[in-house]
């Protein structure tokens, strides 16, 4: 073993304004001694189990990394070679995984490998290699492939479906990908994303194999999908749930509708179209929309006949009370973790494949995920009366509820 830790020169070390941690800090050999002495223990317990005849036969030294700082740790050896370390193993690298967690936690906010690196050398006086961090985050990958395939409850009162996309490498170009998110609001009223897919472009086609996926996965039963205007996705939901209630977006259907007005016409064209979406009732929304038809309808056709073709889907939320309307009349809730998102990869223009987004997005979602402790507001209200608008579809002796999962990495 080194030299002994002197607690006076820690203490003059400290009063002289030296760091306590990181690169030659005060506690660094503390640590180092503390380390050795404990190898040196486990070493002379093993020896004094042995049956065969077996010594002390020096030590090897490696560099350790610990959120003190990096030391060089003089590992002791027996001279059979049946001597296995356990506090610090023959490969280990690291003391704690307290450094892997600051890592993810940083990665988790968003932050570069190059930023992650210099905060880690700033806090542990130590430089990461950019290996290192990226074999540190790739331990998401794994727990990111059991989160995928987890089972679900059987019912879900809301989910809000709805996709963003990236540049990601692909065959040495980039190319434009999806990444489906689902959103359930549980029969507790509480938020959890169901599941994070990937496909190349959006299309109700693979939205087809995305609830496919919910389905196989535990989901028998939504009572209402908010999702937005695109063709074919109430179909494609319907042909694995063939009960779940539509609600198209009113704000994509608003902004859809806007860019078909000429600019002159649109502020005039929206406090036309605001009686229809914000009406108390269905039958005022359509004497509304008759309305705006007899004054916007020749200039404006394919508008009209978009509120009018998509009515059906679009006027869903008319039969529920106020508080239940604004959870649904719009897929916000899935947007905001889609901001979430875009607040993570603001500074990464592109993905050079998809397990790095992938294992970012996952990253946000675990964050994301522990604020939602709380149901939503008046839940008991809105769940009393969705049992009464779908009567025996909110059986709780039917409804299984799976075991919360809890992330293993990001604390």
């Given at each position: 073993?080194?030299?002994?830790?002197?607690?006076?020169?820690?203490?003059?070390?400290?009063?002289?304004?030296?760091?306590?941690?990181?690169?030659?800090?005060?506690?660094?050999?503390?640590?180092?001694?503390?380390?050795?002495?404990?190898?040196?223990?486990?070493?002379?317990?093993?020896?004094?189990?042995?049956?065969?005849?077996?010594?002390?036969?020096?030590?090897?030294?490696?560099?350790?990394?610990?959120?003190?700082?990096?030391?060089?740790?003089?590992?002791?050896?027996?001279?059979?070679?049946?001597?296995?370390?356990?506090?610090?193993?023959?490969?280990?690298?690291?003391?704690?995984?307290?450094?892997?967690?600051?890592?993810?936690?940083?990665?988790?906010?968003?932050?570069?490998?190059?930023?992650?690196?210099?905060?880690?050398?700033?806090?542990?006086?130590?430089?990461?290699?950019?290996?290192?961090?990226?074999?540190?985050?790739?331990?998401?990958?794994?727990?990111?492939?059991?989160?995928?395939?987890?089972?679900?409850?059987?019912?879900?009162?809301?989910?809000?479906?709805?996709?963003?996309?990236?540049?990601?490498?692909?065959?040495?170009?980039?190319?434009?990908?999806?990444?489906?998110?689902?959103?359930?609001?549980?029969?507790?009223?509480?938020?959890?994303?169901?599941?994070?897919?990937?496909?190349?472009?959006?299309?109700?086609?693979?939205?087809?194999?995305?609830?496919?996926?919910l389905n196989n996965r535990g989901v028998k039963d939504i009572l209402i999908a908010c999702i937005d205007g695109l063709t074919g996705f109430p179909e494609a939901i319907k042909t694995i749930f063939p009960e779940t209630e539509i609600q198209l977006c009113i704000v994509h259907q608003i902004r859809n509708s806007m860019k078909y007005v000429a600019s002159k016409n649109q502020k005039a064209f929206?406090?036309?179209?605001?009686?229809?979406?914000?009406?108390?009732?269905?039958?005022?929304?359509?004497?509304?929309?008759?309305?705006?038809?007899?004054?916007?309808?020749?200039?404006?056709?394919?508008?009209?006949?978009?509120?009018?073709?998509?009515?059906?889907?679009?006027?869903?939320?008319?039969?529920?009370?106020?508080?239940?309307?604004?959870?649904?009349?719009?897929?916000?809730?899935?947007?905001?973790?889609?901001?979430?998102?875009?607040?993570?990869?603001?500074?990464?223009?592109?993905?050079?494949?998809?397990?790095?987004?992938?294992?970012?997005?996952?990253?946000?979602?675990?964050?994301?995920?522990?604020?939602?402790?709380?149901?939503?507001?008046?839940?008991?209200?809105?769940?009393?009366?969705?049992?009464?608008?779908?009567?025996?579809?909110?059986?709780?002796?039917?409804?299984?509820?799976?075991?919360?999962?809890?992330?293993?990495?990001?604390?």
């Amino acid at each position: 073993m080194t030299n002994q830790f002197n607690f006076e020169d820690a203490v003059k070390a400290l009063q002289a304004g030296k760091n306590l941690n990181g690169k030659d800090g005060v506690l660094t050999g503390l640590i180092k001694q503390l380390s050795e002495a404990a190898l040196q223990a486990e070493l002379e317990q093993h020896l004094a189990n042995e049956q065969q005849p077996n010594r002390k036969n020096g030590s090897s030294t490696k560099t350790v990394k610990s959120s003190v700082g990096s030391f060089e740790l003089d590992t002791p050896r027996d001279r059979n070679g049946s001597f296995e370390p356990q506090m610090v193993k023959k490969n280990q690298t690291t003391l704690t995984d307290e450094i892997d967690q600051k890592i993810l936690s940083m990665f988790s906010m968003g932050m570069s490998y190059r930023d992650i690196n210099k905060h880690i050398e700033d806090m542990y006086g130590m430089n990461v290699a950019m290996g290192m961090i990226s074999a540190v985050t790739d331990k998401l990958l794994p727990e990111l492939k059991a989160w995928q395939q987890r089972p679900l409850d059987s019912h879900y009162p809301i989910v809000w479906l709805d996709a963003i996309h990236y540049k990601v490498k692909e065959d040495g170009r980039y190319i434009s990908k999806a990444v489906y998110t689902l959103l359930g609001l549980d029969i507790h009223g509480k938020k959890e994303i169901l599941g994070l897919h990937l496909s190349e472009n959006e299309g109700a086609n693979y939205w087809l194999s995305v609830l496919t996926d919910l389905n196989n996965r535990g989901v028998k039963d939504i009572l209402i999908a908010c999702i937005d205007g695109l063709t074919g996705f109430p179909e494609a939901i319907k042909t694995i749930f063939p009960e779940t209630e539509i609600q198209l977006c009113i704000v994509h259907q608003i902004r859809n509708s806007m860019k078909y007005v000429a600019s002159k016409n649109q502020k005039a064209f929206m406090a036309d179209l605001k009686p229809v979406y914000r009406a108390q009732t269905r039958e005022a929304a359509e004497l509304a929309l008759d309305e705006l038809d007899v004054k916007w309808g020749n200039s404006y056709p394919l508008v009209i006949n978009s509120w009018r073709n998509k009515w059906h889907n679009l006027s869903a939320y008319f039969k529920y009370p106020e508080h239940i309307r604004k959870v649904i009349y719009t897929t916000n809730a899935v947007e905001a973790v889609h901001r979430q998102f875009r607040k993570l990869t603001k500074t990464k223009g592109a993905f050079p494949n998809e397990n790095s987004l992938l294992k970012l997005l996952y990253a946000g979602i675990l964050n994301a995920t522990e604020k939602w402790t709380m149901p939503i507001h008046n839940w008991s209200l809105c769940l009393s009366q969705l049992a009464i608008y779908f009567e025996g579809r909110l059986d709780l002796s039917l409804i299984h509820i799976s075991e919360p999962t809890r992330p293993l990495y990001i604390s």
